[in-house]
């Protein structure tokens, strides 16, 4: 039974455009470039939408009910001092890093933003690497310890990569310049004509290795005697970063669902679910796939399993992790990622936060696909989490 426009073609014709950026939203919040159009062919692709709806309908005929559920997200990341600085609570939007090169070579990163299993980390490596110009090997990372590392926000609002990994490449990029700088002292040339490469001085021109840095680490921590008069090496930097350009930095992406449910029972299964995601320039697609994925596995719980019960003495009675569902990886399907990429320019990264619009689009897929799935019945479920219980109740085989 199809009832009204197609799920898909609705969301098709009312997103903004893709070239209508910047805009506005209906609530007066400024919007810099999203990609809905792109994110919805491309989903349309990667699901084989035409096949699936076909398959589907086939189904139904041999009564399987099977239904597609879509979700369209924008989630706010990279969030401005406008966030919370307006209502007086001292949370910092702003974030700092500081890099050091030590006199082996090595190059360590202090940086306020922790590790909660999203990736920062790695992420501050691959990016110090980059931007100062040596072997990911080489960088040390140091982080959740206030007394060393720059005041700043911490880890909230999907602004590990956007924030703090805009700290760590300005003060990488301020780093390579001042040991460029000392490099020109040691070897009497211009800094403009080398540059640092794999962990070594080289001409800019042809890429003749002139100076490893662990001996220049040694001439400038320990030698600096040899240097011009009134010169100093100054290798430790630090740079802090705060978005400034709009209120947040919105990343955008569209999910789907694929579920079976069977209306004896009221149980649903999980066939599959895809997303694509538009979260500005990627920098590690093997960590924003996997924190995508961790994402969307919290949005099903929310929507199908996870429930706090009470009695009538207000006391919980599933308060530990025996009684109380959470999704497991038998329950949880295949789900295929891709992505968009408009990288913001109100940074030199690009980046926008990921791992919240992954959980922010589950449940409306999921909650969808299982109303389509029931909708030759004529019935709707929308509280969540969707148990069997209230399936039956919404198809009327219990009171």
């Known amino acids: 039974q199809k009832i009204g426009m197609d799920p898909f073609e609705i969301r098709a014709r009312n997103v903004i455009r893709d070239d209508a ?13 999203l990609s809905h159009e792109a994110s919805l062919r491309k989903l349309r692709e990667l699901m084989n939408y035409d096949a699936l709806r076909a398959e589907q309908t086939a189904l139904r005929k041999q009564g399987v009910h099977r239904g597609i559920g879509f979700a369209v997200v924008i989630e706010l990341t990279n ?10 609570a001292r949370i910092a939007s702003q974030d700092g890093a500081t890099l050091r090169l030590d006199p ?42 206030t007394d060393v590392t720059p005041y700043g ?53 042809d890429g003749q290795e002139l100076l490893p840095l662990q001996e220049l680490g040694r001439i400038a921590y320990f030698r600096s005697d040899t240097l011009p008069a009134g010169f100093t090496p ?21 999910q789907a669902s694929y579920v079976e449910v069977d209306p004896d029972t009221g149980f649903v299964k999980l066939l599959k679910h895809w997303a694509v995601e538009d979260c500005g320039r ?13 994402a969307i596995v919290q949005g099903i719980g929310g929507a199908l399993f996870e429930e706090c019960l009470y009695d009538e003495a207000g006391l919980m009675l ?37 791992g919240e619009a992954g959980t922010a689009g589950a449940p409306a897929a999921v909650m969808n696909a299982i109303n389509d799935a029931i909708a030759p019945f004529g019935a709707v479920v929308h509280s969540q989490p969707i148990t069997p219980q209230k399936l039956l109740r919404a198809l009327g085989k219990v009171a």
């Open 21 to 33: 950026y910047p805009a506005t939203g209906a609530s007066g919040i400024k919007l810099e470039v």
């Open 104 to 145: 082996e070579g090595d190059v360590t990163v202090l940086v306020g933003v922790g590790e909660q299993g999203q990736g920062t980390e790695g992420i501050y490596r691959q990016i110090a690497a980059d931007a100062v110009g040596v072997d990911i090997a080489k960088v040390k990372v140091i982080t959740g310890d």
């Open 79 to 88: 969030p401005s001092a406008a966030f919370y600085g307006v209502g007086g």
């Open 153 to 205: 926000g911490g880890t909230w609002a999907s602004r590990g990569a956007g924030i703090g990994g805009e700290a760590v490449l300005l003060a990488g990029q301020a780093l390579r310049e001042n040991i460029l700088k000392v490099a020109a002292a040691i070897l009497q040339r211009e800094p403009g004509t080398l540059a640092l490469r794999r962990d070594r001085v080289v001409d800019a021109g």
């Open 318 to 354: 599933n308060a530990n992790m025996a009684d109380y569902l959470v999704p497991m990886s038998a329950e949880m399907p295949d789900i295929e990622l891709a992505h968009v990429m408009t990288p913001t320019r109100s940074s030199k990264l690009g980046a926008k936060g990921a």
């Open 282 to 294: 990627v920098l590690n697609p093997m960590l924003v796939d996997e924190q995508m994925r961790g």
């Open 234 to 254: 100054e290798l430790m930097v630090t740079r802090h970063y705060a978005q400034r350009d709009y209120p947040f930095i919105f990343t955008n992406g569209v």
